[in-house]
């Protein structure tokens, strides 16, 4: 008989726990987003997320779509609460085999640190990234 370590089950959820998203594994990668529209999104000067595979993840709950065209040109769909209005997860249509989902949404402060770090030329200049973290763009 093969022992397997269990997988970690991580759940997220919104605001008032209408919507749900459970992830099982560990995420593909967890990055920090200084984008103009990821700050607007959260309402913080920037957003970190968990990407998974989108075969690790169950949600469960009523939601609300809304779509935009990212800076590539590629759309991005964010599936947040209709009641409470907190997104929990969204998908990129150029990565369809992956699901991310907002770390805040986890509310869990031991949850892996990111490891990379996009469109730091709109990072607000009194924000600091560790140095182990890549940036890109």
């Known amino acids: 008989m ?18 749900i998203a459970t992830a099982t594994g560990e995420p593909i990668r967890v990055s920090l987003c200084h984008c103009l529209e990821c700050q607007k999104r959260t309402g913080s000067v920037f957003a970190a997320q968990a990407r998974f595979p989108v075969t ?37 249509d150029a990565q369809p085999d992956t699901i991310a989902i907002p770390v805040g949404a986890f509310a869990d402060p031991d949850f ?6 996009f469109y730091a ?7 600091s990234i560790p140095e182990a973290i ?3 763009l």
């Not at 169950?58 to 907190?86: E, H, L, W, Y």
């Not at 030329?121 to 924000?127: A, C, E, I, M, P």
Request: proline share 6%; net charge positive; charged share 25%.
């Open 134 to 136: 890549e940036r890109a």
């Open 121 to 127: 030329n709109r990072k607000h200049s009194w924000v």
């Open 56 to 92: 690790s993840v169950q949600t469960a709950g009523k939601f609300n779509v809304f779509t935009r065209v990212g800076d590539d040109g590629g759309k991005i769909s964010f599936r947040f609460c209709p009641d409470c209005g907190s997104t929990v997860w969204y998908t990129i």
């Open 112 to 117: 892996p640190a990111p490891v990379r770090s």
């Open 2 to 19: 093969v022992h397997r370590e269990s997988q970690p089950m991580r759940r997220a959820s919104c605001a008032c726990g209408g919507l």
